[in-house]
């Protein structure tokens, strides 16, 4: 892939790419170098693909970043309650969505991941399925699981 490319995708991606890996790892530093890792690869590779399908094999890369990461590293916790945290994420939420964002980075990976990609970055199940390699039967049931415990978490 030509350097102009993987900088028009990082300009284009890079920002959804952090935030999905951030939700996945939990970790602002653990995402930072998991995308680098993913452009790093794409600068690597010769590869093409279309338009319409380029986010979303982003995701599926970021994704395999983070399990491969995960596997194989320490974890670095974010403090949901920095200042850093509060500018990243919280820019036009109200103290509502503050509280259900803050409750859903604090569930389990398996169900925070499928959550946050439905809801915060808009992808269907059919594609959730895709960039998790999971059935859609099973993203569903993630996702239903973990709106129940936000909803028993946030009750509290």
Known sequence: MKNEDVVRLFDLYSNDL???????????????DVIQEVFSKLLDKHMFF???????YLMTMTA?????????SAR??????????????YDGF???????FDELMRLEEQFRVPIYLHYYAGYSYKEISGILKLSESAVA????????????????
């Open 18 to 32: 952090y935030k999905f890996a951030v939700s996945y790892l939990g970790s602002k530093h653990d995402a930072e």
């Open 50 to 56: 279309e338009n319409r399908n380029e986010r979303a």
């Open 64 to 72: 395999n970043k983070c399990k491969d990461h995960l596997k194989s």
């Open 76 to 89: 670095n916790d974010i403090d949901l309650d920095s200042e850093e945290w509060h500018l990243q994420y």
């Open 94 to 100: 109200n103290e509502q969505n503050k509280a259900v």
């Open 141 to 156: 049931v993630r996702i239903s699981r973990g709106k129940e415990r936000l909803r028993i978490r946030l009750e509290e």
